[in-house]
């Protein structure tokens, strides 16, 4: 399959016209024999929600990491607000607001829910931005600070505390009662869910969600669908892989289809939902085999509602 | 075979013995006995009994061992036994501190003998000097091992002395015009290098390479080869016996065939050991040597075989030697730490197996002038050197 | 003597491959281990010294006819291999990650102190009864035993080899080693893979002993550990886990010592050896012979460090245990106890400084030794050499250590998991190499005499209440920092790097900035360790701080629980308290030690005080 023969749906967007936040150009990566993206492109404006669907091994996972700068593409560009930013590196691109949730959930088990957020806010700290731009004059300037604290830093610390609790509240009673646990005491649902927290604490510009209701049972889900729709609603920019097609005709402004590598099919939810290339890629798919189950029967879809 | 097992069960039965003692066990003291005047004398001993360096702390026990059963044999010192108290170190200087306060706190205890390693010993030297007690070091030939203070002294072999005499064994008998060294890179090796060079240019022969190999090195071809390319005429060895064996093996296995003169410490029944066929025709220098006629060599010699069934190596019969002259200085200046000082100081030609006789220079706190006798690996077996037999290495290949 | 004509480095070449086949020998054993259990064997260099003296008893006490010997060695360490496996780590198959590994350091503690024991610290003999022609080649000349040793390494890895691929067990351990959990979901019985493993590593093992002992004809109760050592570097130039890349790694490593010794001298032979390590990991950080760039798989959840439920002491309990501390001079004067105790607290910087790094920031530093070296070294030539005063030396030596110590682990930054134990085990063999060969300014290995004792207005703090409290007070000064620290944001920085990286980088933690601050802090801490060594002991030289007390130091903290301050502080007291204790025991004691230690293990996986 290759990227002339892919783009069967209409290129221009609602949104297309206006600068983009996020605007990626023909990225491929290979791992090694395997080419995982294969020349995609796709850009995302401001408040927009995207989602990016595909059967398994679609590529969909390393598009994040090429996005994110966990990894680096072989060909093509990644620009984010209006700054061509590939290679850049993945903390670098976090400064920049770009927040993302990871497919398995890597919380980081030993610390308390209360500090896997705080970890998200980690940017906006005042003892990290560099003072007067000297090497080693930064890490220095934050090594005091955390030590003797002033003032300043103390209130940033109480206030970044309470935005966290505010955050973890958004999940109403799922986080708040285990706000000191461990993160590796949670379900696997609940650490998707202090993920999502996590990366909100960043205050990001674009958030990138990578299967967030995976694992989830209906209610869950239909927990998740509404938390997502209030970001949303909130103007969050949000670009989201998910295999559950309900939600994903719910909530996208747009959805692109990804099949080894490749944009199959880009467009409005029910424009997609229909489209014969993508009913044969997963089918096709399917038929060889699919691993999973549950994906399997999530991507077809089906006129059953959330939570039912 | 036999031993092994028999071993192994002691091994097995000493473990669950301690561990079972261990919640009662104190140190063993304070038994209130009635008359100080029958009490042990005792000395303590700071040295490696396990890890690393082991080895040396066992032939160290071997020489003790004797020795202490030829003084209380004949009436102990000023009528009271001899003791010894051996605390292990691991020759590792955290430990040889703790060991150095244990002794110094202990009043029965009135000289200390070691550590082994310079690192080890010279940790725990101002602690004993600070506390008025000797430390006596008798393998320590580190230059600034006495510099501490007037209380640590040593009557190890003397590199300035021992070095002259390998030089000129090496150069003026055995006719070396161009020598390689190899030294084991540590304090004793590095000292005994600059020299040896000194010594080798006085007496017009030249120091064509030096080689320092670290401590556990066992492979020393590619040093070899260096050394083949400096087209030696004699080579010399600043070694320990485990090396020194290991070198010569493949120095001859490289077809290096030129006559190898070796410091006093691969003087040891291990070096012929380990060895094998490839260290005939070796020459050393020692101050003791088993086939010495001297009758305290030989008394030595013939007790030790007795009672361990091997040769006296270097190690032990330098144990051996400290102890008794502590001992004697003992009975001539009594049991007391400070006159004990004061005795190394004034002790005339005590007898010493290793030395002949001993005295101290009290301002260096060394052996006054030693004398070293010259050997050669003839058959499987240290022998006298006979000038007129140079050719003792080349025969051997 | 620059070797210019063509034939010394033809020698030299072959003199390197002759010493990388021995390497190859126990790299092998060490790669199929790693393959399949991803643990590092420390214990797999005792094998090797337990098959040298079974040959050794074979050959020498009941006249076995060599091949007979060689069958019974590989019968018996294949048996202490299961046995290994068996009581060291499958009960900890649920423990933390590092407890495996401090359980080989404890079993390697055992089966030496053992050795000793049973056969004397002596060396022995151990002669070959292989014909003693040889071939002259170049210069120099091979012999029977370089073919055996050859023919051995090539034979074993080509039986291996043909076992992975051929038979049903092997391809259940190649399916262990790329997925453990998924290969026991399919029905493979990973503990027998495993044990098999080990039997067929340490029968292997066992064999490269009894050949090397009969290489050297010498064998002896601590041959392990350097072999172990050098095995283990060889395997991580080839790529752990990799046993073809195993054996080119060992070729590799002999022949980079061989030019080493050739261009700069023997005794730059480790010196260059670890420098072209740390080089070869810089620029193939997966060793050389890996596949290309990977990012890690995503974890289910942290990486490194398992789920633990630390102990917390009591506020009230801490304070009470710091005024008695403060207050027990004051009641025991024994100088024993206290010179005892004040090592306790001299080893609990380090303990601290290394439970920062390898606790909270999750890089298992295997060379913490150095920096001690390098306090010490510095706080003092400082003050002899420069003629600063004690008081001051000591921190600017802190300050060195710390500069020194985070520009030398700097290249290791970028590695992660054992690669960064192995470069930093590397780096503090390279601090130890410098001191020896830098003879001008740090006198080589004559060493540092003569260093002045701390002293105030003239009077030397040398008694027992002062190596005592010294100690004491400054412990209590660095581990209230650290435990501010770790209570600041940086605290949980730092513990996200070691939960996950990969997490951590994508919400802004710029992993080198940080690894940088926790190791210069660990620098300063351990390097104030080191020069207040230095002027307690008044010598020093490159033997002071050898690589065994950077083990030392990661046992304490493991033991004590992984990051977690207190629990270094009561790790240094129980290991360096325990051989004290066990004096009484003599010869025994350090086999007491190491049992204790492995029982430790058993029951407290996560430290006594658990991971924080
Ligand atoms: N680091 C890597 N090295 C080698 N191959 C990789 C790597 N990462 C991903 N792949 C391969 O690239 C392909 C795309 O993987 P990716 O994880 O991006 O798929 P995905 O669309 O996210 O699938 P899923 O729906 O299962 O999450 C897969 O075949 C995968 O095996
Ligand atoms: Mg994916």
Request: aromatic content about 8%; hydrophobic content about 50%; charged content about 15%.
């Amino acid at each position: 399959m290759t990227t002339a023969s892919t783009t069967s749906t209409p290129t221009s967007t609602p949104s297309a016209s206006v600068a983009p936040l996020l605007s990626i150009a023909g990225l491929v990566r290979r791992f090694g024999g395997l080419t995982a993206v294969n020349g995609l492109s796709l850009s995302l404006a401001d408040g927009e929600l995207v989602s990016v669907i595909g059967p398994n091994g679609a590529g969909k996972t390393t598009l994040f990491n090429l996005i994110t700068g966990l990894d680096t593409p072989d060909v093509g560009s990644v620009a984010f607000a209006g700054q061509d930013v590939t290679g850049f590196a993945a903390e670098r691109l976090a400064g920049l607001g770009l927040a993302r949730t990871f497919q398995h959930g890597r919380v980081f088990g030993n610390l308390s829910v209360l500090d896997n957020v705080l970890v998200g806010a980690h940017t906006r700290l005042r003892a990290v931005r560099p003072p007067l731009g000297l090497p080693l004059l930064g890490p220095l300037a934050e090594l005091g600070l955390a030590l003797l604290p002033p003032a300043a830093v103390r209130a940033e610390e109480e206030r970044l505390r309470a935005e966290a609790t505010e955050i973890i509240a958004l999940f109403g009673d799922r986080l708040t009662p285990r706000l000191d646990k461990p993160a590796h005491s949670l379900s696997y649902a609940n650490r998707r869910r202090v993920e999502i927290a996590r990366a909100l604490a960043l205050k990001p510009r674009l958030l990138l969600l990578d299967e967030p209701t995976a694992g989830m049972n209906p209610t869950e889900t239909a927990e998740m669908l509404e938390i997502i729709r209030g970001l949303k609603g909130r103007g969050l920019t949000i670009l989201l892989i998910e295999h559950k097609l309900d939600l994903v005709m719910q909530l996208s402004d747009r959805v692109v289809v990804m099949d080894h590598g490749a944009r199959i099919a880009e467009g409005l939810p029910s424009a997609v939902a229909t489209d014969p290339a993508v009913i044969e890629a997963y089918l096709g798919h399917k038929a060889v085999g699919a691993a999973n189950q549950d994906d399997a029967a999530a991507v077809v879809p089906t006129k059953r509602g959330i939570g039912e | 075979m036999l031993d092994v097992i028999a071993r192994s069960a002691a091994l097995v039965a000493g473990t669950l013995a301690v561990l079972t003692a261990l919640g009662v066990a104190q140190p063993a003291r304070s038994q209130t006995a009635a008359d100080p005047t029958k009490e042990p004398v005792v000395i303590g001993v700071s040295g490696p009994l396990t890890g690393a360096y082991a080895q040396y702390g066992a032939q160290w026990q071997r020489g003790f061992d004797l020795a202490l059963e030829q003084v209380n044999a004949s009436g102990g010192v000023q009528g009271r036994p001899l003791r010894v108290q051996f605390e292990d170190s691991q020759s590792d200087p955290k430990q040889t501190v703790a060991i150095a306060r244990k002794f110094v706190a202990d009043s029965r205890i009135v000289a200390e003998l070691g550590d082994f390693t310079s690192a080890a010993s010279m940790a725990a030297s101002p602690i004993y000097q600070n506390a008025g007690l000797v430390q006596f070091g008798f393998t320590n030939s580190h230059p600034d091992f006495t510099k501490t203070g007037d209380f640590i002294w040593s009557n190890a072999l003397n590199q300035a002395e021992e070095m002259p005499v390998l030089a000129d064994y090496a150069v003026s008998a055995l006719g070396g015009k161009r020598i390689a060294l190899l030294f084991i890179n540590n304090d004793w090796g590095r000292t005994s290098k600059d020299l040896f060079t000194k010594a080798a240019k006085e007496r017009g022969a030249e120091v064509v390479g030096a080689e320092g190999y670290l401590a556990d090195e066992k492979d020393f071809r590619s040093a070899l080869v260096r050394v083949r390319d400096t087209k030696p005429d004699g080579i010399a060895l600043i070694s320990y016996y485990a090396d020194g064996a290991q070198i010569t093996r493949q120095l001859r296995e490289a077809g290096l065939s030129q006559p190898v003169v070796a410091a006093g410490s691969v003087y040891s029944p291990k070096f012929l050991e380990l060895g094998g066929a490839a260290v005939e025709g070796v020459h050393t220098t020692t101050p003791f040597f088993p086939g010495d006629p001297r009758p305290e060599v030989q008394t030595f010699v013939s007790a030790y075989t007795a009672k361990h069934g091997i040769d006296p190596d270097a190690y032990s019969s330098r144990a051996y030697d400290a102890l008794l002259l502590l001992a004697t200085v003992i009975r001539q200046s009594g049991p007391d730490r400070k006159a004990i000082r004061d005795g190394l100081a004034t002790v005339k030609d005590a007898p010493s197996v290793v030395y002949g006789t001993v005295r101290f220079d009290p301002q260096t706190r060394r052996v006054d002038k030693p004398f070293s006798t010259r050997l050669v690996v003839k058959n499987g077996a240290f022998a006298l050197w006979q000038p007129g037999s140079t050719d003792a290495a080349k025969a051997a290949n | 003597m620059f070797p210019t004509s063509f034939g010394p480095w033809l020698d030299y070449t072959i003199n390197g491959l002759v010493i990388g086949n021995i390497y190859a020998l126990l790299a092998v054993g060490l790669a199929l281990i790693f393959g399949v259990s991803h643990l590092i064997n420390f214990a797999h260099g005792s094998v090797y010294m337990v098959g040298a003296y079974i040959g050794w008893l074979g050959i020498t006490k009941l006249n076995l006819p060599l091949p007979v010997t060689f069958a019974a060695v590989a019968v018996g360490c294949g048996l202490l291999g299961a046995v290994i496996e068996r009581v060291g780590l499958r009960p900890l198959r649920n423990a933390p990650r590092i407890a495996p590994l401090l359980a080989t350091i404890g079993l390697s503690v055992v089966l030496d102190q053992s050795a000793q024991l049973l056969f004397s610290p002596d060396p022995r003999a151990l002669p070959t009864q292989l014909p003693s022609w040889r071939i002259a080649i170049g210069g120099g000349s091979i012999g029977a035993l370089d073919l055996l040793i050859a023919g051995v390494g090539i034979g074993s890895a080509a039986l291996l080899y043909g076992f992975l691929r051929f038979t049903r067990l092997g391809w259940a351990v190649r399916a262990t080693a790329l997925d453990r959990d998924a290969a026991q979901q399919c029905g493979v019985d990973v503990d027998k893979v495993n044990r098999t493993v080990f039997a067929i590593a340490s029968a292997l093992g066992g064999v490269s002993g009894l050949l090397v002992g009969m290489y050297y004809n010498t064998i002896d109760p601590n041959m392990g550990f350097q072999a172990g050592l050098k095995g283990i570097v060889a395997q991580l130039i080839g790529g752990v886990g990799n046993v073809p890349g195993a054996i080119a790694g060992s070729l590799l490593l002999g022949l980079i010592e061989s030019y080493g010794i050739a261009l700069f001298g023997t005794s730059y032979r480790n010196l260059f050896a670890f420098v072209a390590l740390i080089l070869i990991l810089v620029l193939r950080p997966n060793g050389l012979f890996a596949k290309a760039r990977r990012l890690p798989p995503e974890p289910l959840t942290g990486t490194f460090i398992a789920p633990s439920r630390p102990l917390v002491l009591p506020g009230w309990l801490i304070g009470l245990l710091i005024v008695a501390a403060l207050a027990l001079p004051f009641a025991v004067q024994q100088p024993y106890l206290l010179q005892t105790l004040g090592n306790a607290w001299l080893y609990a910087l380090l303990a601290l400084s290394l439970t920062l790094v390898a606790g909270t920031v999750g890089q298992v530093s295997l060379g913490h030794a150095g920096l001690l070296a390098i306090g010490a070294y510095a706080s003092a030539l400082l003050a002899l050499d420069a003629g600063i005063p004690v008081l001051l030396a000591v921190p600017l030596a802190g300050v060195i250590a710390a500069a020194l110590g985070t520009a030398l682990v700097f290249p290791a930054f970028r590695l992660r998991g054992h690669y960064v134990s192995i470069a930093t085990l590397a780096v503090g063999e390279i601090v130890t190499l410098v001191i020896l060969n830098w003879e001008s300014l740090t006198r080589g290995p004559i060493g540092v005499t003569g260093v002045p004792p701390l002293s105030v207005a003239g009077t030397p703090l040398v008694s027992g209440q002062w190596v005592y409290w010294i100690p004491l007070v400054v412990l209590l000064v660095f581990a209230g920092v650290q435990t501010r620290l770790l209570s600041s944001h940086l605290g949980r920085t730092l513990r996200a790097i070691r939960e996950d990286d990969v997490a951590a980088r994508s919400y802004g933690v710029d992993l080198n900035r940080y690894k940088g601050l926790a190791f210069a802090v660990a620098g300063f801490v351990a390097g104030v360790g080191g020069a207040l060594m230095a002027h307690f002991y008044s010598y020093i030289n490159h033997e002071t701080f050898p690589a065994p007390v950077s083990m030392l130091a990661l046992t304490m903290v493991i033991l004590g629980g992984l990051g977690n301050v207190a629990g270094a502080v009561l790790g240094a007291v129980v290991l360096v308290g325990l051989p004290e204790l066990f004096r009484a025991a003599a010869e025994y004691r350090m086999l007491i030690y190491g049992v204790v230690l492995l029982l430790l293990i058993r029951f407290r996986p996560q430290g006594l005080l658990g991971t924080v």
